[in-house]
């Protein structure tokens, strides 16, 4: 199984950016996927998540400002960005659950991270 995420890039405080992971590989059920970001410095640390049925959790720090959604079809989850901040820059690494088949356990994948950059 692999993720690829894209979508990271430059852009002005104020502006928005548009994150994409998809999931590829032998796949016989993707369950919660999410989006992480580690500043540097720092540690990272979980952005928003969103469950196989929609529902969604969100850092205080981007409530209001970051959108999470997913194409269950496409194993695809993204992220809209709103109202960037230059303490949003960080890279930004996708997770998703996922079962290969019905024999084998659940297991977590990361995708290999994309550099979100907000500075004038």
């Known amino acids: 199984v692999q993720l690829q995420a894209s979508g990271g890039g430059l852009v002005q405080p104020g502006g928005s950016l548009r994150l994409s992971c998809a999931a590829s590989?032998?796949?016989?059920?993707?369950?919660?996927m999410g989006w992480y970001r580690q500043a540097p410095g720092k540690q990272r640390e979980l952005a928003a998540t969103i469950s196989s049925s929609g529902a969604t959790n969100y850092a205080d720090s981007v409530k209001g400002r970051f959108t999470i959604s997913r194409d269950n079809a496409k194993n695809t989850v993204y992220l809209q960005m709103n109202s960037l901040k230059p303490e949003d820059t960080a890279v930004y690494s996708c997770n998703a659950e996922v079962t290969q088949s019905r024999w084998l356990p659940r297991l977590n994948y990361w995708g290999q991270g994309t550099l979100v950059t907000v500075s004038s």
């Open positions: 590989g032998s796949i016989f059920r993707v369950d919660a």
